[in-house]
C-alpha cells in the first residue's frame, strides 16, 4: 500500500540539483559530487540523510529514516456507491482517502431488479471495494459506522476486522451513505420485515437481526448472490404454479420490478397498485403512456388510485415487539383483510407481497439537529454548498451527497447522476476550505493559479433531468430535459435502442468502477 501511496518524483533539474546537494553532505565534500555512487533510493526514502521532502505536483509526503508518513489532510468518505467513489476518484491526489462501508462490495442498484429474476446478472453488477481501492491508492475501511462527533472530528466504525469500535480522526468528512427502501409492513406474505427492503442488501447489524433472510450475511457478496438465488427459486415455484404477486408502488422500482417477472415468469399474475392515479407520475405524459401501454400488452394487471396505507400499522409493529402472541395476532389480521382487498379489486389472494415505496435515508450516525423531520429518519440537511447544517448552520469541513441528503432550496431526484453532481460540488467546495485553511499546502499548479477559490452551488444540471425506465430487458424509455415540476420533460428514446442505451450506462458505470479505461474516459468526459 505504501508502493501505491507513494508520490512519482520526476527527474528534473532542480531534483538533480537536490540530490547532488545531498551527496555533497553524505560525502563531507564542498564540492558536488560527478560520480553516480549514492543510492537514489537512499537519498529519496531515507537512511543517515535525513528529512527529504518530495513533490508531485499537489502531492506531498514526508520521509524520515525509512518510513514514508503521509502529511496530506484526511478525508473520510462514508458510503461507497456513486457519489462516495466518485469522491475517492477526484480527492485521492490532493487528499489521504478513507472509504468507509459496512459491506464488502459496490452494487450497481439501478439494475438490481434483473438479477432477482436472472440470477447470474449480478455478476455485472458487483465488484469488490478492496481491489477498487488499491487501484486508486485509497484506504478501505471495511465497517458499520456507529457514529459521528462532529465537534472532536472523529467517526466511530465496527469494523468486520475487529471485535472492538475503533475511531478514526479526519480532517473532512464527506457523507454519501444512500438511502433505501424501508416502511413497516405487517403481511406474513412480504417478502422482507419491517424497514429491510429486497432492492437493497441488508448490511446494517440491526437489520440483520431482524432480517426476514436468516441464514443470509449480505455484507458479504457471496451471501448476497445466496439471497438472489434464494428469491429466484420462490419466483420459480410462483410459476409453476401460476399464483398472482403484488408490488405496492408504481415507481420506477415497482414498474422495472413487475416487466422484469413478466418477462422471465410469464404464468405469474403480475399485479400493481398504486396510489397515485398512474404509473411513474413524474414523467411526461408521453412516457406514461408507454409505459402503460407496454404493461397492458404483456397483462400486468395495475390498480391506481389504491390506498396501501391499510397495511401499515404502527399499533401492530409496536406489538411485534413486545408479544409473540401480538404478533401472531396481527399477521392473521392483516392476511384476512388481504383476502377481502383482493376480492374488491377483482383479482386472486397474492402468494407474495413486494414494496416498493417508502424511501428513507441512512443516516442513523449523524447527530438529530443535522436531520430534516420525518418518520423515516429524516434526510441530512445540507446547503447549496453540500454542507452539512446542524440547527440551519454549516458544519465545519463537513460535507454530504447523495440520495442521503436534502438541498432546502432544490428537490433533485434520489438516483446516481443527481449524486455524482453533488459529489462534485462537494469535491470542490472542500478544496476551497483547504485552500483557504492553508494556501501553501493546498496545491493547485502553475504557483497555485489554478487552485478553486469560490465555492460552488448545486443546480439541476442536464444530467439531473436524465432518467431511463426499463421494461423488461428488449425495451425501455429514456427522457430528457425534465425540471423539478412533475411531468415535464421529453422522451426522446424508445424501444430496443434505449434498452441498448441503458445497457451501456449500465456496463461504462461498472467499467468505471473496476478502473477500467473506456468507462473511465465515458464518465470523465460527463463529469
Not at 81 to 105: N, P, Q, S, W
Not at 330 to 343: F, I, R
Not at 359 to 378: D, H, S, V
Amino acid at each position: 500500500r505504501q508502493a501505491l501511496d507513494r508520490p512519482r518524483v520526476s527527474s528534473g533539474p532542480l531534483l538533480r540539483a537536490l540530490r547532488r546537494r545531498v551527496a555533497m553532505a553524505a560525502n563531507g565534500s564542498s564540492k558536488p559530487s560527478r560520480h553516480r555512487s549514492v543510492n537514489r533510493k537512499s537519498i529519496l526514502f531515507g537512511g543517515s540523510v535525513g528529512i527529504v521532502q518530495a513533490f508531485d505536483g499537489q502531492n506531498a509526503a514526508k520521509v524520515y529514516e525509512g518510513s514514508e508518513v503521509d502529511c496530506r489532510p484526511h478525508l473520510v468518505v462514508i458510503g461507497g456507491g456513486f457519489a462516495g467513489l466518485f469522491a475517492c476518484r477526484k480527492m485521492r491526489h490532493e487528499f489521504k482517502v478513507t472509504l468507509i462501508d459496512a459491506k464488502e462490495y459496490f452494487e450497481f442498484y439501478p439494475g438490481i431488479c434483473r438479477a432477482y429474476v436472472h440470477p447470474r446478472e449480478h455478476r455485472k453488477l458487483a465488484r469488490h471495494y478492496q481491489p477498487i481501492c488499491d487501484g486508486l491508492a485509497v484506504n478501505f475501511c471495511w465497517g458499520e459506522v456507529l457514529g459521528v462527533n462532529v465537534d472532536e472530528k472523529t467517526v466511530n466504525v465496527e469494523e468486520m476486522s475487529s471485535d472492538q469500535c475503533n475511531t478514526l480522526k479526519y480532517d473532512y468528512l464527506l457523507v454519501t451513505a444512500g438511502s433505501q427502501y424501508g416502511i413497516n409492513l405487517v403481511c406474513a406474505k412480504r417478502d422482507s420485515h419491517g424497514q429491510e427492503c429486497l432492492w437493497y442488501p441488508t448490511f446494517l447489524d440491526k437489520g440483520i437481526k431482524d432480517s426476514a433472510w436468516q441464514g443470509l450475511d449480505e455484507r458479504f457478496l457471496s451471501g448476497r448472490r445466496r439471497h438472489l438465488e434464494r428469491e429466484y427459486e420462490v419466483l420459480k415455484k410462483l410459476h409453476d404454479t401460476k399464483a398472482t404477486i403484488l408490488i405496492i408502488g408504481a415507481g420506477f422500482v415497482g414498474i422495472e420490478y413487475a416487466t422484469e417477472v413478466k418477462f422471465y415468469f410469464p404464468d405469474i399474475d403480475v399485479v400493481i397498485v398504486e396510489q397515485r392515479d398512474c404509473a411513474v407520475g413524474v414523467m411526461p405524459e408521453s412516457c406514461i403512456k408507454y409505459c402503460q401501454d407496454y404493461m397492458d400488452r404483456v397483462g400486468i394487471k395495475t390498480l391506481y388510485g389504491k390506498k396501501y396505507t391499510e397495511f401499515m400499522d404502527s399499533g401492530s409493529v409496536r406489538k411485534i415487539e413486545t408479544s409473540e402472541n401480538d404478533h401472531v395476532s396481527a399477521l392473521e389480521e392483516t392476511v384476512n383483510k388481504l383476502g377481502v382487498w383482493s376480492k374488491q379489486w377483482g383479482i386472486s389472494e397474492p402468494a407474495r407481497v413486494y414494496m416498493a415505496v417508502g424511501l428513507r435515508p441512512i443516516n442513523q450516525f449523524l447527530p438529530a439537529e443535522c436531520l430534516t423531520p420525518g418518520k423515516r429518519g429524516g434526510w441530512i440537511q445540507t446547503n447549496e454548498h453540500q454542507q452539512v447544517l446542524r440547527n440551519g448552520e454549516p458544519l465545519p469541513n463537513v460535507f454530504a451527497a447523495g440520495n442521503c441528503c436534502e438541498i432546502a432550496s432544490l428537490r433533485l431526484p434520489k438516483n446516481s447522476f443527481p449524486a455524482e453532481d453533488m459529489a462534485a460540488v462537494a469535491c470542490h467546495n472542500i478544496r476551497v476550505t483547504r485552500g483557504r485553511a492553508n494556501p501553501r499546502a493546498a496545491g493547485g499548479g502553475c504557483f497555485g493559479f489554478l487552485r478553486p477559490r469560490k465555492f460552488k452551488e448545486m443546480h439541476w444540471g442536464w444530467g439531473t433531468g436524465l432518467c431511463a425506465t426499463s421494461l423488461g430487458p428488449h425495451d425501455a424509455t429514456l427522457v430528457a430535459g425534465s425540471t423539478e415540476k412533475s411531468g415535464s420533460g421529453y422522451t426522446v428514446l424508445k424501444g430496443y435502442l434505449s434498452a441498448l442505451n441503458k445497457e451501456f450506462i449500465r456496463w461504462s458505470k461498472v467499467d468505471q468502477v473496476a478502473g477500467g479505461c473506456i468507462g473511465t474516459l465515458v464518465w470523465e468526459l460527463i463529469h
